[in-house]
């Protein structure tokens, strides 16, 4: 049986061509984007990983690795969605003492970042550890925002969404 990632990933290959889509997005804007599939990673690599930082790996964030170790989605001049292979996420571990401690809970690993809009991608492991599906947090210019989804849940619906930020969508802004 194809799981939610392989049949979300497998639809938006086919939908689009020579690597490029043209997309609609809020307000009526429209234009062009690529996207950039890195080689998969290995088991070895994930266990790694895993052996490495004491993070819990969600199964479906694990199944990602094995199909692309990082990718860039909906891609323009100043724009993509950055999702880091294992080795940028390592980086992030190295860097943890000297550059994350007083910003991230040492739970969280960063797994992305929305260039362009600021944006950090998370999966919290104690949440994930707990057994929780709802693992993400987002961070924007200090905002942390804890998204109630799986990693395929929002990689499902950031393609369905072409890219959006969907999971704004229903937040308030103060003023």
Known sequence: METRVK????ALKERIAK???FIQQEGGESFEVDFVWNEPASEAE???LIETTGWMIPKDYQEFLLLHNGASLFRTEVQAMELYPIKEILTYFEEYEEFYKY???KSWYMIGTYHGYGEYL???SERVKQGNRDYLVIV????IQRIPLNFEEWLDRF????GEHFWSWNRKTLK
């Open 46 to 48: 994930i266990l790694s």
């Open 7 to 10: 049949k979300t990933l497998r």
């Open 103 to 105: 910003a991230y809970p």
């Open 122 to 124: 998370f999966i919290d």
């Open 19 to 21: 690597h490029q889509t």
């Open 159 to 162: 393609i369905v969404c072409q």
């Open 140 to 143: 924007e210019e200090g905002d």
